[in-house]
């Protein structure tokens, strides 16, 4: 049964959703890689080690261009190191999940997927799903692939889906 909130509608997965759905776990995927760079860079294990390999290189090579080169090469390092892992994990779930929406998750009776529509265009995507790790034989569900688009951030749509998703798992 759809669910209006405020504007939007919350229904479940249609076909010709595919396409949005995808790009929409995509894109907000994507966004972790700055946000959990910027955390990196903050943790003092990653100042000590940027500044222990610098300090290390300038006995062991004599080239004091070579020390200080290496911070900004080990962050970009880093940064590709980063970006490339989401990139892997964006490429698996599109390939083993969602590459047939309605096969993966909506034939199962433990599995289900939901959609927020906002003047005909999909703007949220969320899933029910059996749990990814062992839970000691209880029954539990597991609320994935949840992402809302930027522009319609902070007005409760996630908080909906996922009130959509527990009562999918009452
Ligand atoms: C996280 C995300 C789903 C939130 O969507 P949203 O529609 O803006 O969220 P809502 O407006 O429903 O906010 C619900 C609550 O979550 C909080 N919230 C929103 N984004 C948050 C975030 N990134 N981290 C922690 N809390 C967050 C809000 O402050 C709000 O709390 P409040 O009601 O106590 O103020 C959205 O930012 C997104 O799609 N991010 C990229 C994908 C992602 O990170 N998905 C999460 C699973 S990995």
Same mark, same amino acid.
């Given at each position: 049964?759809p669910?209006?909130?405020?504007?939007?509608?919350?229904?479940?997965?249609?076909?010709s959703?595919c396409? *949005? !759905?995808?790009? #929409?776990? %995509? @894109? =907000?995927?994507?966004?972790?890689?700055?946000?959990n760079?910027?955390?990196?860079?903050t943790?003092?294990?990653?100042?000590?080690?940027?500044?222990?390999?610098?300090?290390?290189?300038?006995?062991?090579?004599?080239?004091?261009?070579l020390?200080?080169? *290496? !911070?900004?090469? #080990?962050? %970009? @390092? =880093?940064?590709?190191?980063?970006?490339?892992?989401?990139?892997?994990?964006?490429?698996?779930?599109?390939?083993e999940?969602?590459?047939?929406?309605?096969?993966t998750?909506?034939?199962?009776?433990?599995?289900?997927?939901?959609?927020?529509?906002?003047?005909?265009?999909?703007v949220?995507?969320?899933?029910?799903?059996?749990?990814?790790?062992y839970?000691?034989?209880?029954?539990?569900?597991?609320?994935?692939?949840?992402?809302?688009?930027?522009s319609?951030?902070?007005?409760?749509?996630?908080?909906?889906?996922?009130?959509?998703?527990?009562?999918?798992?009452?």
């Amino acid at each position: 049964m759809p669910q209006a909130v405020a504007g939007y509608c919350i229904r479940e997965y249609r076909d010709s959703n595919c396409e *949005a !759905a995808r790009s #929409l776990f %995509a @894109a =907000g995927m994507r966004e972790h890689v700055p946000k959990n760079y910027l955390r990196m860079l903050t943790l003092p294990r990653a100042h000590l080690f940027l500044l222990g390999v610098s300090l290390m290189l300038f006995p062991s090579s004599g080239s004091l261009l070579l020390s200080l080169l *290496a !911070a900004p090469v #080990l962050l %970009a @390092a =880093g940064w590709l190191l980063m970006d490339s892992y989401y990139v892997q994990f964006v490429e698996r779930w599109l390939r083993e999940e969602l590459w047939d929406i309605q096969k993966t998750c909506m034939e199962r009776e433990e599995s289900h997927f939901w959609v927020a529509e906002s003047e005909g265009e999909v703007v949220a995507i969320v899933s029910a799903k059996p749990p990814s790790r062992y839970t000691d034989g209880e029954r539990t569900l597991e609320l994935a692939r949840l992402s809302v688009r930027w522009s319609h951030r902070n007005r409760g749509i996630a908080r909906a889906l996922s009130g959509t998703v527990l009562s999918f798992a009452q």
